[in-house]
């Protein structure tokens, strides 16, 4: 098996003044400046972004966004363009999260042009896919992923060794209740199945699945040991230095 070093990102989602989010990055720099057995990503909100990408700029710890849209530039009030994110220094944007699905209906086909833009301008995009309740508990959970995957990344194929996955099952986020090990690893093949399927074997092993859902310095190193979870995108629990210092070093 190919070897993937994992990788840990805390989505900060819209939490967090200027001075929280100083006050938390240098925290997490304090413990991780150093660290490079895992990738680290912190993608805080918008307003934040030049910020803590100024107190990590000395670090191995990465910046993210959480959203952009896929034009360069024009008359998109409130957005922000890929090339404002390369301007800040971010190298990873996360698209397609639940909450831009089902608050902003945001769809599969708006997906595939964000993951588009974001590779076309060398950021690193962490494509979110993941079942509802109802979807999993009518036996369609690895339907909805698969139909996520194939949209999200339609007219891609060799692009996508330079692409994140992150599983995350919609009943799992924010609500305490994770998926089991087991659950996960299930779900983490069947994503790497549909990606050799879209882009060849070399690709799809080469290519980093996260697990996110409610993971906590208590559950995380039992999910990071599953041959197919290669780190998590952490909520929660990313917006306390302590908690997501844990969770890194328990993919380490
Ligand atoms: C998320 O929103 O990406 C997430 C995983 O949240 P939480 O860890 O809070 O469940």
């Known amino acids: 098996m190919k070897f993937r070093k994992k990788i840990v990102a805390g989505n900060w989602k819209m939490n967090k003044t200027l001075a929280d989010a100083e ?7 304090l413990d991780l400046a150093e660290y490079r057995e895992v990738d ?24 993210g966004a959480q959203n ?3 034009e360069s530039s024009g008359a998109f009030t409130g957005e922000i363009s890929p090339s404002m994110l390369r301007d800040l220094f971010c190298r990873y944007v996360i698209l397609g999260h639940s909450e ?4 902003f209906g945001e769809t599969d086909t708006m997906i595939n042009r ?17 079942e509802t309740l109802d979807q999993r508990d009518s036996g369609k959970a690895g339907e909805v992923v698969r139909h996520q995957l194939i949209a999200g990344l339609e007219g891609l194929k060799d692009e996508l060794k330079n692409i ?6 919609v009943w799992a986020i924010g609500t305490g209740r994770t998926a ?20 060849g074997e070399e690709t799809a092993s080469a290519i980093r699945i996260q697990y996110g859902g409610s993971v906590k310095p208590s559950n995380a190193a039992e999910i990071f040991r599953q041959p197919d ?10 917006l306390e230095a302590r908690s997501f210092v844990e969770i890194v070093r328990a993919a380490g």
């Open 114 to 130: 964000k993951v588009k833009a974001a590779l076309a301008a060398n950021l690193t995009p962490i494509l979110c896919v993941g």
């Open 23 to 29: 006050n938390l990055a240098s925290a997490i720099k």
């Open 229 to 238: 979870v290669d780190g998590g995108l952490i909520g929660g629990a990313s």
């Open 164 to 169: 994140v996955i992150a599983y995350e099952p």
């Open 40 to 63: 680290v990503v912190l993608c805080p909100p918008f307003t934040a972004l030049k910020t803590v990408g100024e107190i990590i700029s000395d670090t191995h710890i990465k910046l």
């Open 180 to 199: 089991t090990p087991e659950q996960a690893q299930d779900m983490h093949a069947h994503v790497r199945r549909i990606l050799c399927e879209i882009a």
């Open 68 to 70: 952009m849209h896929w």
């Open 100 to 103: 831009r699905r089902s608050i």
